[in-house]
C-alpha cells in the first residue's frame, strides 16, 4: 500500500504564490509517476500536473506557465510550486501517483486551495 498526505494549501489572494507537498510512504516501489489534480465545486476533478521518475512532466494548459510540478527522492516527497494564483484556481487539490500517467490508484484525502480577490 501507499499513503500519501497533502499540506501546503490555504487562502491566498490572486496572483500571489502557494506550495503543496505531498509525503509519500509505504510500497512506493510501485510508484513511477506522481502527480496533482484538483476539483473546484460542482465540477470534475481534473488532472493538473503529472511527473515521471524520469522527469517527463505533463500539465494542463490552464496553468501551463504558473505552476510546477517538482520531487524530492530524498525526502519522498512531492511538491506543486503554484505562483500567479488565480480565483479558478481554487480547488481541493490531490495528490495522486501509481505506476504510469494513466493508472496513479494512491490518493491523499487533498488540501483546499482557496484564491480571493
Known amino acids: 500500500q501507499v499513503q500519501l498526505v497533502e499540506s501546503g494549501g490555504g487562502l491566498v489572494q490572486a496572483g500571489g504564490s502557494l506550495r503543496l507537498s505531498c509525503a509519500v510512504s509505504?510500497?512506493?516501489?510501485?510508484?513511477?509517476?506522481m502527480g496533482w489534480y484538483r476539483q473546484a465545486p460542482g465540477k470534475q476533478r481534473e488532472l493538473v500536473a503529472a511527473?515521471?521518475?524520469?522527469?517527463?512532466?505533463n500539465y494542463a494548459d490552464s496553468v501551463k506557465g504558473r505552476f510546477t510540478i517538482s520531487r524530492d527522492n530524498a525526502k519522498k516527497t512531492q511538491y506543486l510550486q503554484m505562483n500567479n494564483l488565480k480565483p479558478e484556481d481554487t480547488a481541493v487539490y490531490y495528490c495522486?501517483?501509481?505506476?504510469?500517467?494513466?493508472?496513479?490508484?494512491?490518493w491523499g484525502k487533498g488540501t483546499l486551495v482557496t484564491v480571493s480577490l
Open positions: 511527473e515521471t521518475s524520469g522527469g517527463s512532466a
Open positions: 495522486s501517483a501509481g505506476p504510469a500517467f494513466y493508472s496513479m490508484p494512491y
Open positions: 509505504g510500497s512506493i516501489r510501485s510508484i513511477n509517476t
